[in-house]
């Protein structure tokens, strides 16, 4: 029995979201299509169904990573102001909760040192990932070049975190990063 077409966008959506979070979670090496297919509720064999290969879902999955960091922004931004939004991105990319859950977080402090491997399949994602991440910082006042350094600030200490393990460092880590996003200038 063929699948409708509605049944079939939702099919590849479930498979693009598992997709992403396992790749925030283990790495592109970590996320085999059998996996992702079973975390979806699918079996192995459906994956052509829906991609023509893992690279192809590779790239979408990443590009689905950003556009739900991009919509929590947008969301508070609606609700709150860009400054506002700016703010609490920060303070959530800082949070415990981000440091300690990858797969909920952002793509390029999981795997970005990995996608840089394999830059045929990922930078066309990863690109696009970062310049929508730095528009949306660079709306709430700063300039883009303010903007990209928030940002690499901001994932270079949760890579560090991660790195260090819990711990009094881990927290001084994060202390800087939030005092250098505070005080970093225009």
Known sequence: ???SRAAAAESRARIVAEASRMLRARGVAGAS???VMQAAGMTHGGFYKHFISKDALLAEATAFAFAEAAARF???AARQGVEA???AYAADYLSPAHIAHPERGCPLAAFGAEAGRHPEVL???FAAGVEAL???LSSAGASRDRAMRRLLIL???????RAVGAGALRQE???AAKGVWDDEPG
């Open 74 to 76: 947008d969301r508070r």
């Open 85 to 87: 939004a700016a703010t």
């Open 134 to 136: 730095v528009e949306r």
């Open 123 to 125: 930078s066309q994602a």
């Open 173 to 175: 880590i994060l202390a």
């Open 155 to 161: 994932l270079g200490a949760v890579v560090a975190a």
């Open 1 to 3: 029995m063929r699948m």
């Open 33 to 35: 299509v059998a996996e």
